[in-house]
């Protein structure tokens, strides 16, 4: 069926294939550190996410951690430069569309 050309092409191959990857093996070993075991952990927490619908097990109790360390100074805004809103839009600033910009801050 196959001659012996063929076999020694495949026999070449190999042996090539195990010279560069002897040749090649500490930057093939940081490829493998670097891009393969992080993409296999991704997948593993994408596939875990996928199988609790709702995600990880530890998302909500994380959560509730934060939301009582921070309570209500997530709405407490303070900053001393912050501009305070404007509370007397006309119908320009109303409309939405306008032709000309309108920021609401006073021009002088």
Known sequence: MFDGGF???????FLILKRSLI??????L???VGVFF????????A??????????SWDVPTLLAIHSKIGA????HNCWIAQPPI?????VLRAGFTDTLVT????K
Not at 23 to 28: M, T
Not at 73 to 76: C, G, K, P
């Open 7 to 13: 076999w020694n092409y495949i026999r070449s191959f």
């Open 23 to 28: 040749a090649h093996r500490v930057a093939l």
């Open 30 to 32: 940081i490829l493998l």
């Open 38 to 45: 992080p993409l296999q952990i991704f997948g593993e927490l």
């Open 47 to 56: 596939e875990e996410v996928w199988e609790n619908e709702g995600g990880f």
């Open 73 to 76: 100074t997530q709405n407490n």
């Open 87 to 91: 509370n007397n839009a006309g119908p």
């Open 104 to 107: 609401g801050i006073p021009i």
